[in-house]
Each structure stands twice: as structure tokens, then as C-alpha cells.
């Protein structure tokens, strides 16, 4: 029997709908509207659909944007420098640069530039600081997709056996930390490419979270039947191979053994988007006399 499909879309347009009532809500009391400044620096495609796309869901949510653009050719003290004025300017509350960067800048230097309050991607050392002690400033972004994919699929966490494939900053790591705090409550295991007897491990997972980045890499035999399997991968195909996207899950393979799976495209894709709007809107909370952080 295939697995249940788990609606990454679905799941990210009605969280997006509750952010949207919510920005309402507190541009109303307090007259701010909350504003995300977008950096890109370069001519990679995929980033300008993301920052696009991430530009228009701020726009159906309330939210303001701007969009800062930087050469291919951009040196570091450029970018910093960037940073720095958006870091200074009260009409911006969050502040994403979009991932990767060119060749020639350190990217650590400049995520660590990003004002801590500002920092809506989670990025920031403080902020990965604070969500590693269990008390999180702000979610991070793909992660926290994830976990909003699992509770709207009723896939339990609490004593659950979940397995992380991939230690990566952006998802491995704090995914982690997200499947371990207290009230997700899961016993988590993280694992890589060079983890020993890799199936093995990955079989004993009742959640499994590939993010990996490398197409298909999850196969059938990895999976323990059942398990709920989520999938982060976003690679894209070469035209041998027919193009298009392939997640980090051999798809049609997993569909058999798994309980549920989510899909690339329309898994938790949407979701980190969905999840990058709730931050800008604590941002704005966060950065506004007389509201709550
Ligand atoms: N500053 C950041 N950079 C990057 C992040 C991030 O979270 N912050 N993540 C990725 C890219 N990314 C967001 O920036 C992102 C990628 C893909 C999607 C998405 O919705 N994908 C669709 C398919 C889209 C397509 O057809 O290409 C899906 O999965 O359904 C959202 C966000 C790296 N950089």
C-alpha cells in the first residue's frame, strides 16, 4: 500500500492564513507594518524564485519587503556593509541573505553580521544559542516546517525514534534540536555519509528526516516499514536524467515501505517560506515598544 501523502502546500497555506490574521492584528494595535529586507547578491536562478517567492507570500500576508541586490562581483565589505544599514534601519525588522553565496565571501562572517533580533532565518549564533537551551527566539525556518508537517499529519514524536540524516547549520542540526526538546519529546539520532552501517541506523527510525542534499539518496531498504519519512531535499536533475526536481528520497521506491512521506516539489519547501513570515512578524513584535517578545 503506498504511504499517506503529507501535504506540504496544504499544511503551508493554512499556517500562512493564521500568520496573516495575526499581522493583522498587530499592525492594527500598533500601527507598524512588519518589513522584511531581502539580500541576494549574484545572478544564481534558483535564488531569485525563492527571494521572488518569498517577496510575494510577504505581500499576501501584510508583510512588507524590499529586495537589496548585490553584483556576482560583490566583495565582502560590500555585503557587510549592506548588513550593516539594514541592521541600522528601525523600518526593517527582518533581515534574510539569501543562501549560498558567491565564492569570494565568507558566509559565517556575514550570517554572524545579521542584528540577533533581525536574524528571521535563525541563522545567528545567539539565536542558535538560545534554541539549543530549549528557549528559541525564532524558529528555524526548514526545520520548524518540518515539525509544523508532522503535527498537522498527526505523526507522533513524543518517545518516537526519529532519525536525521544530514548534520548540516540550516536543517540537520537544528532539526535535531527541534525533534529533542521537550514537548516533541523524540530519542534523535544524527547521521551523515559517513556514519557506519547507514541503512541500519536509518531503519530504526519511526520519523525519518532526509536532508542530505544529494538526489535519492534515501532507498527503500533504509526505511523501516511504516516510518513517516520526510523528505527536505530540493536537488535539481540534470537534463540526462530527464531534469526537473528529485528530493533526497528515492520517491517512488520509499512510497511502498514508508507510512507517510512527503513529496518534492509541495513538501517542505512551502513550509520554510510559511515559516520565514511567522519570524518577521516576531521580529516586528520583538523591535516594537509595548509588545511582548
Ligand atoms: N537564507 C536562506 N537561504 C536558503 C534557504 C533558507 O531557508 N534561507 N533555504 C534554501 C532555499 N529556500 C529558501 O530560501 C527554498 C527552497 C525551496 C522552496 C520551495 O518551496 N520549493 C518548492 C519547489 C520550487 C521549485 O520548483 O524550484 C517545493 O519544494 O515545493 C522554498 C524555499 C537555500 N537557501
Same mark, same amino acid.
Not at 545572478?43 to 518569498?54: C, F, G
Not at 503535527?151 to 505523526?155: P, Q, S
Given at each position: 500500500m503506498p504511504a499517506r501523502l503529507i501535504d506540504g502546500k496544504q499544511t503551508a497555506a493554512a499556517y500562512r492564513e493564521r500568520v496573516k490574521a495575526d499581522v493583522a492584528a498587530f499592525t492594527q494595535k500598533t500601527g507598524v507594518t512588519p518589513h522584511l529586507a531581502a539580500v541576494v547578491v549574484g =545572478?544564481?536562478?534558483?535564488?531569485? #524564485?525563492? !527571494? +521572488?517567492?518569498?517577496q510575494r507570500a510577504c505581500e499576501q500576508a501584510g508583510i512588507g519587503s524590499s529586495l537589496h541586490a548585490?553584483?556576482?562581483?560583490?566583495?565582502? *565589505?560590500? $555585503?557587510?556593509a549592506l548588513v550593516q544599514d539594514l541592521n541600522a534601519d528601525p523600518a526593517v525588522h527582518g533581515i534574510l541573505v539569501q $543562501?549560498?553565496?558567491?565564492?569570494?565571501?565568507?558566509? %559565517?562572517?556575514?550570517?554572524?553580521?545579521? *542584528?540577533? $533580533?533581525?536574524?528571521?532565518?535563525?541563522?545567528?549564533?545567539?539565536?542558535?544559542g538560545l534554541l539549543s537551551q530549549g528557549r528559541p527566539r525564532f524558529a528555524p525556518c526548514t526545520p520548524a516546517g518540518v515539525m509544523e508537517l508532522l503535527?498537522? @499529519? =498527526? #505523526?507522533p514524536?513524543?518517545?518516537? %525514534?526519529? !532519525? #536525521?540524516?544530514? +548534520?548540516?547549520?540550516?536543517?540537520?542540526?537544528?532539526? @535535531?534540536?527541534?525533534l529533542l526538546a521537550r514537548g516533541a519529546d523524540a530519542t534523535v539520532t544524527v /547521521?551523515?555519509? +559517513?556514519?557506519?552501517?547507514? *541503512?541500519?541506523? /536509518? +531503519?530504526?527510525?519511526d520519523v525519518l528526516i532526509a536532508a542530505i542534499g544529494r538526489a535519492k539518496f534515501l532507498t527503500a531498504d533504509m526505511v523501516k516499514p511504516g516510518a513517516a519519512v520526510i523528505d527536505v531535499g530540493i536537488n %535539481?536533475?540534470?537534463?540526462?536524467?530527464?531534469?526537473?526536481?528529485?528530493?533526497?528520497?528515492?520517491?517512488?521506491?520509499?512510497?511502498? #515501505?514508508?507510512? *507517510?512521506?512527503?513529496p518534492v516539489p509541495g513538501g517542505v519547501g512551502p513550509m520554510t517560506v510559511a515559516v520565514l513570515l511567522r519570524n518577521t512578524l516576531t521580529a516586528a513584535e520583538l523591535q516594537t515598544a509595548g509588545e511582548p517578545g
Open positions: =545572478e544564481n536562478p534558483a535564488s531569485a #524564485v525563492y !527571494v +521572488r517567492n518569498k548585490l553584483p556576482e562581483s560583490a566583495s565582502q *565589505a560590500d $555585503l557587510l $543562501l549560498p553565496l558567491p565564492g569570494q565571501i565568507d558566509e %559565517r562572517a556575514v550570517l554572524d553580521a545579521v *542584528a540577533p $533580533l533581525k536574524d528571521v532565518d535563525c541563522f545567528h549564533p545567539e539565536n542558535v503535527a498537522a @499529519a =498527526e #505523526v514524536t513524543a518517545s518516537a %525514534r526519529a !532519525v #536525521v540524516l544530514g +548534520r548540516s547549520e540550516i536543517v540537520g542540526k537544528p532539526m @535535531a534540536m527541534l /547521521c551523515h555519509s +559517513r556514519t557506519a552501517d547507514l *541503512a541500519a541506523v /536509518c +531503519r530504526e527510525a %535539481r536533475l540534470p537534463d540526462s536524467e530527464g531534469g526537473g526536481l528529485a528530493g533526497d528520497v528515492d520517491y517512488d521506491a520509499v512510497n511502498e #515501505v514508508a507510512g *507517510a512521506l512527503t
